[in-house]
């Protein structure tokens, strides 16, 4: 059975700081890994996508890696700014159906 | 606006009613999937369809809950004799076969008092 970890669970900085949050997860075997975004009683946004062939995926600030072999990602946010406050979950899908969730991580960059 | 659309946004119902819930899907897309959240958790898979057929359902989902897909268009799903433990967010998402990147709706928040 799929599992994934997110940590740390929250995470406050101050404005402007780069930051890495981490998900773990523990079968390698995936079809792709997905990184959103939810803000307080909101949907999920979807901010990345990496297959299982890629390495990483870049859109603006925001960067995501992804090392099958052992089981981590990584979503690296440059020069953070309050509106970035949210909680970032991300997600594994290991057939193209379903997804396993992590439990986030909730942010708050402070100004 | 072409997004993952569930109605309704919230619901508030007495212990031992009936619910049902409706996702619009991104119109090319044919994968849908119902996932549940509670607070301070991340989403909880509940069960998918590939166009009209659901292809997976989670231990999640008992015999109180049914969902449909009709002609493989939007999706509902019901929830019967509600329970308190039912009072999560049901989120809805869809995806186009290929890529596989899910889309989410705003969710519909159910409270059962």
């Known amino acids: 059975k799929q599992e994934v970890t997110q940590i740390p669970a929250a995470l406050s900085v101050p404005e402007g700081e780069n930051l890495v949050l981490n998900c773990s997860f523990t079968d390698s075997a995936i079809y792709n890994l997905q990184w959103f975004r939810q803000d307080p009683g909101k949907g999920l946004t979807s901010l990345l996508l990496i297959q299982s062939s890629q390495r990483e995926q870049t859109s603006g600030r925001l960067n995501a890696s992804l090392d099958k072999s052992s089981g981590r990602s990584t979503l690296y946010i440059a020069a953070s700014q309050p509106g970035d406050s949210a909680t970032y979950l991300c997600?594994?899908?290991?057939?193209?159906?379903?997804?396993?969730f992590g439990d986030g991580t909730t942010l708050t960059v402070k100004p | 606006d072409t997004g993952v659309s569930q109605d309704p946004r919230h619901k508030i119902t007495k212990r031992g009613q009936n619910v049902t819930f409706r996702c619009d899907p991104i119109?090319?897309?044919?994968?849908l999937y119902w996932y549940r959240q509670t607070l301070g958790q991340g989403p909880e898979f509940l069960t998918y369809f590939q166009n009209e057929a659901q292809l997976e359902k989670s231990r999640l989902l008992s015999d109180r809950f049914s969902a449909e897909r009709p002609k493989g268009s939007f999706s509902t799903l019901e929830i019967q004799r509600t329970e308190q433990g039912d009072s999560a967010m049901y989120l809805c998402?869809?995806?186009?076969?290929?890529?596989?990147?899910?889309?989410f709706g705003q969710g519909t928040r159910l409270t059962v008092v």
């Open positions: 119109s090319e897309h044919n994968r």
């Open positions: 997600a594994v899908n290991p057939n193209a159906g379903k997804s396993t």
């Open positions: 998402a869809s995806s186009s076969n290929g890529r596989f990147e899910a889309f």
